[in-house]
Nanobody, 124 residues
């Protein structure tokens, strides 16, 4: 399994960023795909998850601001982040695994595959 993220950067509060994760090496239709983040000195936490049927779940702090999506034909996962806040500053990772239910908490606790991460810095 290979996961390669891109799209991180530094923005002002209120602005947007779009993260992309190119995936390869698995064909299991039961895989849950999602995004995690880890801020300095904090535990890694789930942000959003998308199941094979396209259903999505979000962590409470990002609901209404972040949108997870995927393009199965291109094997690509996306995280659109709008109305960014300084509290969103973290290293963001895409992660996949066979997780049931497919949600950010379960994916955080039970993932064996993740990418190298993309730094997202939001300043006020």
């Amino acid at each position: 399994v290979e996961l390669v993220e891109s799209g991180g950067g530094s923005v002002q509060a209120g602005e947007s960023l779009r993260l992309t994760c190119a995936t390869s090496g698995y064909t299991d239709t039961n895989f849950c795909e999602g995004w995690l983040r880890q801020a300095p000195g904090k535990e890694r936490e789930g942000v959003a998850a998308i199941a094979n049927d396209g259903s999505t779940t979000y962590a409470d702090p990002v609901k209404g601001r972040f949108t997870i999506s995927k393009d199965d034909t291109k094997r690509t996962l996306f995280l659109q982040m709008d109305s960014l806040e300084t509290e969103d500053t973290a290293m963001y990772y895409c992660a996949v695994d066979r997780v049931i239910p497919c949600d950010p908490v379960a994916l955080t606790l039970n993932h064996n595959y993740w990418g190298q991460g993309q730094q997202v810095t939001v300043s006020s």
